[in-house]
């Protein structure tokens, strides 16, 4: 059974600062990996998606890493700013059918 | 090109009352996903449709759940004799998949369904 776990649950940190969401799953048989934010109340936005034969992938101030036999994945946030502050969501997809999704990290940035 | 609608965006039933929620995917999408979002817990994958067929529903509970996606029309998630246990946000995805291309799942809004 595929297990998604995100440390830390919550982080707090100042803007301007660069974090990293760690992810980390039990299965490495993966069809991709995606990343999502979610505001308070609100849906899923896709921040990113690595396709299993992958290593990252860059948006803006994004990177995302993929280490399929490690069974790990980190989401980098550059230059952080308060409007980044959501919850960060992992989901991994077995097969081109469902995702199965981590706890999330709740981040907050102060200004 | 209209994003992931879903409707209503809140629901309030009584115990034992029906829901019906609906979710029209994105243009061009024939995959619809299904998920439940708990009060303080992670999304739960419940049911993965097609146009008029149901490809996996391990994640839906036996009793009282069904979901259909008709050939013309939302897909519908219902959920007979509502119970308080019930009350969550309920997310619907689509993507649209074709060989070569990454399978993608965008979300939307959520129906926020609430029983009393």
């Known amino acids: 059974k595929q297990e998604v776990t995100q440390i830390p649950a919550a982080l707090s940190v100042p803007e301007g600062e660069n974090l990293v969401l760690n992810c980390s799953f039990t299965?490495?048989?993966?069809?991709?990996l995606q990343w999502f934010r979610q505001d308070p109340g609100k849906g899923l936005t896709s921040l990113l998606l690595?396709?299993?034969?992958?290593r990252e992938q860059t948006s803006g101030r994004l990177n995302a890493s993929l280490d399929k036999s490690s069974g790990r994945s980190t989401l980098y946030i550059a230059a952080s700013q308060p409007g980044d502050s959501a919850t960060y969501l992992c989901?991994?997809?077995?097969?081109?059918?469902?995702?199965?999704f981590g706890q999330g990290t709740r981040l907050t940035i102060n200004p | 090109n209209a994003g992931v609608m879903q409707n209503p965006r809140h629901l309030v039933r009584r115990r034992g009352q029906e829901a019906r929620l609906r979710c029209s995917p994105m243009?061009?999408?024939?995959?619809v996903y299904w998920y439940r979002q708990l009060p303080e817990e992670g999304l739960k994958f419940m049911v993965y449709?097609?146009?008029?067929?149901?490809?996996?529903e391990s994640g839906m509970p036996k009793e009282r759940f069904s979901a259909e996606f008709p050939k013309e029309g939302p897909s519908i998630l219902r959920i007979q004799q509502v119970v308080r246990g019930d009350s969550a946000a309920y997310f619907c995805?689509?993507?649209?998949?074709?060989?070569?291309?990454?399978?993608?799942?965008?979300f939307g809004p959520g129906t926020r369904l609430t029983v009393l």
């Open positions: 299965d490495s048989a993966i069809y991709n």
């Open positions: 449709l097609q146009k008029e067929n149901i490809i996996d």
């Open positions: 995805a689509s993507s649209g998949i074709r060989a070569g291309v990454r399978n993608e799942q965008f």
């Open positions: 690595i396709q299993s034969s992958q």
């Open positions: 243009k061009g999408h024939s995959h």
């Open positions: 989901a991994v997809s077995l097969g081109a059918q469902k995702l199965v």
